[in-house]
């Protein structure tokens, strides 16, 4: 505990120091989260459970039994996770979940909700929603939309996630199953206020919907697209919130334009991060955090927080020698340009030895030495909810 504690301050440090270079600040903030960790010594949580919702960066393992070409639960995906098992992660080991799970005080990880674990008490520690490829906007996980209407192609099958408001439904299942698994009412509810609830969606919105779907980016300019992801955000923080939920952390879009996949399609046959979609992230991320404002003014009780991955993901992305890393451009799977889901696989060329070295595990993912990084930076962002 004194070792992650320590660790935390000196990443605080970096924080605050990049925010606002106040040393008053940082020591400030170092007491706090030293008295807000301090009972997990003894063994237990700092908090009833985790809920996960969102995309593939959340993804454990929901997409494995479903018609969809985004799956990860073949090799090389998981060589490096306990086990060294595919387990449907879209990484070579562990996400930014799993780990925060882990440094929480969990002995286990919330069982995905469509898999074989998630049944009797293993869900009172929280369960995970997530499914690759899945996105604010319905269309996302399906495939088309026109004039409003959302409709499934003969071509859909190849997406075929599950949308947040599926996601959504299957939390309200889940409450149901917590509370007979729990046989208390107050008990379960205050596993549901208690709980930190983390969302992370609105990449695949972005790349595998808006940018290559003409019905959109013809009509949408990337700020309006930015406005229609927000409006979902509202409903689902206010669903969540009817609930029961009180404690909501929603990841911010990361730097889009430096993931390997968005470099080899955008990047018009350069090397570098490409500005548009930076832009374009940073467009969304402002409305976000503006509305994650209005909604905490608006809903009484409710600990919002906006965890921002942008800055320290794209500060490894530019200086990856500095963290640790010799490889921010190139990922470790394949050829490190194109492969993700079902490209990314046994027999993919290239395949790096030892990822460690890698920012990206694939070309749309980061490998578990980054999210080892973006972990402790957003538990930093995360200490409001953990009291
Ligand atoms: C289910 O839980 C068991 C025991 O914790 C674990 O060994 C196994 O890997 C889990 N299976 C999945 C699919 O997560
Ligand atoms: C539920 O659990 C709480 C706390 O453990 C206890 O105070 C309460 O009496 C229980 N209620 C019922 C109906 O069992
Ligand atoms: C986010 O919004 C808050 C107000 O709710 C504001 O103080 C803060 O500066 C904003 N941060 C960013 C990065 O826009
Ligand atoms: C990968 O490299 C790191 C750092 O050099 C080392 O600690 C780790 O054991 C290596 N992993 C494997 C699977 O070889």
């Not at 807000?36 to 700092?46: K, R, S, Y």
């Not at 639960?73 to 882990?102: A, M, Q, S, W």
């Not at 808006?210 to 955000?233: C, E, K, M, R």
């Amino acid at each position: 505990m004194a070792t992650l504690v320590k660790r935390l301050m000196v990443e605080r440090g970096r924080w605050a120091a990049a925010l606002v270079g106040s040393p008053p600040l940082f020591f400030l903030v170092a007491l706090l989260m030293a008295a807000v960790l301090a009972p997990a010594a003894d063994g237990q949580p700092l908090v009833p459970a985790v809920i996960v919702f969102g995309d593939s960066v959340a993804d454990s393992g929901n997409n494995n039994g479903r018609l969809t070409i985004f799956k990860a639960d073949f090799p090389p995906y998981g060589r490096d996770f306990p086990g060294h098992t595919p387990t449907g992660r879209f990484c070579n080991g562990k996400l930014v979940t799993d780990i925060t799970v882990e440094t929480l005080g969990f002995a286990a990880y919330p069982p995905a909700y469509l898999g074989p674990n998630a049944t009797g008490k293993n869900l009172l520690i929280g369960a995970n929603f997530a499914s690759g490829a899945s996105g604010y906007l319905g269309s996302t996980a399906i495939l088309y939309v026109r004039a409003g209407f959302e409709f499934e192609t003969y071509s859909s099958w190849y997406k075929n996630a599950v949308s947040l408001k599926q996601q959504l439904s299957y939390y309200k299942e889940y409450q149901q199953k917590v509370e007979k698994i729990a046989g208390n009412k107050t008990t379960s509810d205050s596993i549901f206020s208690g709980g930190v609830h983390i969302l992370s969606a609105g990449t695949s919105d972005f790349l595998q919907n808006y940018y290559i779907n003409p019905v959109y980016y013809l009509i949408y300019t990337p700020a309006q697209f930015a406005d229609l992801l927000v409006g979902s955000f509202t409903s689902f923080v206010q669903d969540l919130y009817r609930l029961g939920a009180r404690k909501i952390g929603v990841a911010s879009l990361p730097p889009m334009g430096c993931l390997p996949a968005a470099i080899t399609l955008f990047g018009k046959g350069g090397n570098e991060c490409v500005k548009r979609l930076n832009g374009d992230a940073l467009v969304f991320n402002r409305k976000l955090n503006a509305t994650a404002g209005q909604l905490k003014k608006k809903l009484a009780g409710l600990k919002l927080v906006v965890l921002d991955i942008y800055k320290p993901l794209l500060d490894l992305v530019d200086n990856p020698a500095g963290n640790g890393f010799f490889e921010a451009r190139k990922a470790c799977c394949g050829t490190g340009t194109i492969e993700t889901s079902l490209l990314c696989n046994a027999k993919s060329p290239g395949t790096c030895k030892n990822a460690t070295g890698y920012v990206f595990w694939d070309s749309v993912h980061p490998s578990e030495a980054a999210n080892q990084v973006l972990a402790n930076a957003l538990l930093v962002q995360a200490i409001d909810l953990l009291s």
